[in-house]
């Protein structure tokens, strides 16, 4: 289990940017981050399926990542300073999923077993820790990154043809009104365009200028590549966009 870790050049985790962060294929990417909903959600299930094994090591922190070679879970308990990296060989068909529940699978009943052969759960857990790869935790990113992602402007932006860049503009009253001119030259019945894609126009430009007077963020933990647990919500979160700076 104790395979040596290596990174390639290709990203942070040794997988190419358009490779598909739930199982890996690369074919049909572009420039998506998961090859269906399908295959993002098949995994989130089966990483929460076993988030018993997690809560049996105490854990404050974890990320599931993988290379070509093979899965990475690394885990912070609470109250540690050492990271715990369970690394293990892919196989040569099955998805990273596959990979993962069967390490999970492994390190679950050897948790069990020597839980029912000393009767205590510390000891079960001791003896599962000591089968991954320990390392000082301040030389790994395990703790999350953080960023404010603005709500529900994505139709908008994208109808009046913004980039999330632009919510960051001094002068962005200014550039929606400019964006709208500029977009109602083209949707406006008018001149030729369509009453139901000007609507939608029209509706996204007040959302805009609203959402410009009163500014709402949402709180966004996790990594740009890796799976992240965080131990406080006993949850799974996927990878998420990490382009701003952590607040």
């Known amino acids: 289990m104790k395979t040596k870790h290596t990174h390639s050049n290709a990203s942070a ?27 993002r ?29 093979v899965i990475i879970l690394d885990v912070l308990p609470y109250g540690s300073a050492e990271l715990f990296s369970y690394i293990f060989p892919r196989s040569d068909s099955g998805k990273p ?11 679950g009943n050897a948790w069990w077993a020597e839980r029912n052969r000393t009767n205590k759960r510390y000891l079960a857990t001791r003896f599962i820790l000591e089968k991954a790869q320990a390392k000082n935790a ?74 410009s007077e009163n500014p709402v963020f949402i709180r966004r933990r996790g990594f740009p590549d890796k799976w992240f647990y965080d131990g406080s919500t006993v949850r799974w979160v996927q990878p998420a966009p990490m382009s701003k700076k952590s607040s």
């Open 41 to 69: 959600q098949q995994l989130r299930y089966h990483l929460t399926l076993r988030t018993g094994l997690l809560r049996a090591l105490n854990t404050r922190y974890a990320t599931f990542y993988f290379t070509q070679a």
């Open 97 to 107: 999923v596959d990979d993962f529940c069967t390490l999970s699978n492994i390190l």
């Open 13 to 39: 985790d040794g997988i190419p940017r358009n490779r598909c962060l739930s199982c890996g294929t690369s074919e049909n990417m572009r420039r998506r981050k998961y090859c269906s909903i399908e295959c």
């Open 138 to 211: 301040d030389s790994v990113p395990i703790k999350p990154m953080e960023v404010k992602e603005p709500v529900k402007l994505k139709k908008s932006l994208m109808f009046l043809k913004l980039k999330k860049s632009d919510l960051n503009s001094p002068g962005l009253e200014r550039k929606i009104k400019s964006a709208y001119r500029k977009q109602a030259k083209r949707h406006h019945p008018d001149l030729g365009g369509d009453a139901a894609g000007f609507r939608k126009l029209h509706d996204a430009y007040e959302q805009m200028l609203r959402w």
